[in-house]
């Protein structure tokens, strides 16, 4: 007897904080309930048989009605009901995310001499979201990346990058993001508001942040997908260096194009991999 439904993202996700109302032809309450940590509502109170409107509202998203019809055992299937984002913006299921940095790159890439590129990463970084509850707006971002450990593959070529002349990695040995805000640029896709501090300097940097989606993964763990971009000019943090080549031509471009390909696992520690 009762009433039973499932309460998902469209992505396939449950909404934990889901609340179901069940109303009669009269407009008359005759059920509530709130979903458990899976999405999933049970309740046990028996209906008259008949017809019966349901409507399952979440703090974030849209509500959503349905018509049920209860049959002489007392009991309505209602089955999955699936909710969409208020503006149709998807996210991660709300709660803290840990940057997995084993299976995650920050990457740049600079011109060189005008007619190729130069590409770098960073190996050494830690970071974690916290997607809100409520107003997914208000979700944050923090990131600090080791300035030492940049990679472009040649010794030498890292080693001056390392230096003054532009990372400085001796007076500032982190790179650091945090997040100031959250903005909806599409259905999966946000623009996040920060500050970025390289070099002693602190710079408000915007990345345009695609969600590619969630799965599960091997370790019994919940993981989510993002790709965001941006782009800074290094006389913005400070890093003047350059050398002109012939023609005129700088060695090293003045704009840099950043990266980062990003897995983060549901909770705030990481499983063995």
């Given at each position: 007897m009762?009433?039973?439904a499932?309460?998902r993202?469209?992505?396939g996700w449950?909404?934990?904080h889901?609340v179901?109302?069940?109303?009669d032809?009269t407009?008359?309450q005759?059920?509530?309930?709130?979903?458990?940590?899976?999405g999933?509502?049970?309740d046990g109170?028996?209906?008259?048989?008949?017809p019966?409107?349901?409507i399952?509202t979440?703090?974030?998203?849209a509500?959503?009605a349905?018509?049920?019809?209860?049959?002489?055992?007392?009991?309505?299937?209602?089955?999955?009901?699936?909710?969409a984002?208020?503006?149709?913006?998807?996210?991660?299921?709300?709660g803290?995310?840990?940057?997995d940095?084993?299976?995650?790159?920050?990457?740049?890439?600079?011109?060189?001499l005008?007619?190729?590129?130069?590409?770098g990463?960073?190996?050494?970084?830690?970071?974690?979201i916290?997607?809100a509850?409520d107003?997914?707006t208000k979700s944050?971002?923090?990131?600090v990346i080791r300035?030492?450990s940049?990679?472009?593959?040649n010794?030498?070529?890292?080693e001056?990058l390392?230096?003054?002349d532009?990372?400085?990695?001796e007076r500032?040995p982190?790179?650091?993001y945090?997040?100031?805000?959250?903005?909806?640029?599409?259905?999966?896709?946000w623009?996040?508001?920060?500050e970025l501090a390289m070099?002693g300097v602190?710079?408000?940097v915007?990345?345009?942040?695609?969600y590619?989606?969630?799965g599960a993964d091997?370790w019994?763990?919940t993981?989510?997908?993002?790709?965001?971009?941006?782009?800074?000019?290094r006389?913005?943090?400070?890093?003047?260096y350059?050398?002109?080549?012939?023609?005129g031509?700088?060695?090293?471009?003045?704009t840099l194009?950043?990266e980062l390909d990003v897995q983060?696992?549901?909770?705030?520690?990481?499983?063995q991999?």
């Open positions: 009762g009433l039973s499932r309460i993202t469209r992505d449950a909404v934990s889901a179901v109302t069940v109303t032809m407009g008359t005759v059920l509530r309930a709130e979903a458990d940590a899976e999933a509502v049970r109170t028996p209906l008259e048989p008949g019966y409107t349901v399952v979440a703090v974030g998203y509500p959503a349905s018509s049920a019809i209860v049959t002489a055992s007392g009991r309505a299937e209602v089955g999955t009901v699936t909710l984002r208020i503006g149709g913006a998807e996210l991660p299921p709300p803290p995310w840990t940057v940095p084993a299976h995650s790159g920050v990457s740049a890439v600079a011109q060189h005008g007619i190729s590129s130069v590409h990463r960073f190996t050494d970084f830690t970071a974690a916290e997607v509850p107003d997914v944050r971002v923090e990131a300035a030492a940049i990679d472009t593959g010794a030498m070529r890292d001056h390392r230096s003054a532009f990372l400085d990695v500032y982190e790179i650091t945090r997040s100031t805000g959250l903005d909806v640029a599409g259905t999966d896709r623009t996040v508001r920060g070099r602190v710079r408000p915007d990345l345009d942040l695609a590619l989606g969630t091997p019994g763990g993981r989510a997908a993002f790709r965001a971009t941006t782009q800074l000019r006389e913005d943090f400070a890093m003047n350059n050398q002109v080549v012939q023609a031509i700088a060695a090293i471009g003045t194009k950043v983060a696992v549901q909770g705030e520690s990481l499983p991999a």
